[in-house]
């Protein structure tokens, strides 16, 4: 890469590391960056790199901070987990453009249940989905992050306030746990495809991880939910017009 090329993705790193610890949607910045400097086949794996990075920053910000439920967490892991794994595998093997374009009526969905009830997302409540449909809905939304990871956190973001009953700071913080289980194993099944840019993935993980890092400070300060929640509509209508109007 170039020094300009270095200088793009690192840009690209901070801002979508703070925006995916905080909201989701970050990767509509980072990805069409890494597709011109990489090229699309490995733009997806090389990715994975920065989602790692960035996501290990999160989970110490939010624990240290006291918003990490672990149990609740810990639950969802197995199913979001497996989804993910076979998602990696597909994405190998096929073009993700029909997903990535259904998915973003899912996000915009989401936008919208922000605008329209916004009680619901920034106090916490009783879980509303019960077993097994909470196992086959995380691992659908495990699948899709799997599969191209764009826009994941809104739906998985989405499961864990409206779904699980925690509110948006603590739903953000087992959000980026969750994607930190299933990434080491989705890049693994990237680089054995040979999809993955090395030097390309650290530097963006490096801007990512400095993005996680300021997100996740200042998420858990006290009152931190009601502008998380303009930046988690502002995402993700950003994130679904990019999804929708993508080649």
């Known amino acids: 890469m170039s020094s300009a090329e270095i200088a793009v993705v690192l840009a690209a790193g901070i801002a979508a590391g703070f925006i995916n610890t905080v909201a989701g949607g970050g990767s ?10 990489v090229g699309a086949s490995v733009a ?14 999160g989970v110490a910000g939010y624990a240290r901070g006291g918003a990490m439920p672990w ?25 993700t453009a029909t997903m990535r374009r259904a998915f973003a009526v899912a996000v915009v969905l989401v936008a919208v249940s922000v605008l329209v009830k916004p009680s619901r997302w920034v106090a916490a409540g009783e879980p509303r989905v019960a077993e097994p449909w909470r196992s086959l809905l995380f691992a659908t939304i495990g699948f899709y992050g799997g ?15 409206l779904g699980m009953g ?67 509509v502002a995402a993700a209508l950003a994130a679904a017009a990019r999804m929708l109007l993508v080649s």
């Open 28 to 37: 509509v910045i980072s990805v069409p960056i890494l597709t011109e400097v």
């Open 44 to 57: 997806n794996g090389t990715l994975r790199i920065a989602i790692l990075m960035q996501n290990v920053v």
């Open 71 to 95: 149990p609740i967490a810990g639950r969802l892991a197995i199913p979001v987990v497996a989804g993910a794994l076979g998602g990696a595998w597909v994405a190998t093997l096929v073009d």
């Open 147 to 161: 599969f191209i990871q764009v826009g994941v956190g809104f739906p998985l973001l989405a499961g864990l306030v």
């Open 166 to 232: 925690l509110g948006l700071v603590k739903g953000n913080a087992a959000k980026v746990l969750l994607i930190l289980c299933y990434t080491p194993l989705a890049l693994l099944l990237f680089a054995r495809a040979s999809q993955v840019d090395w030097a390309a993935g650290a530097v963006l993980g490096l801007g990512s991880m400095l993005g996680a890092f300021v997100a996740s400070r200042l998420a858990v300060k006290p009152g931190a939910a009601e502008w998380i929640r303009w930046v988690v």
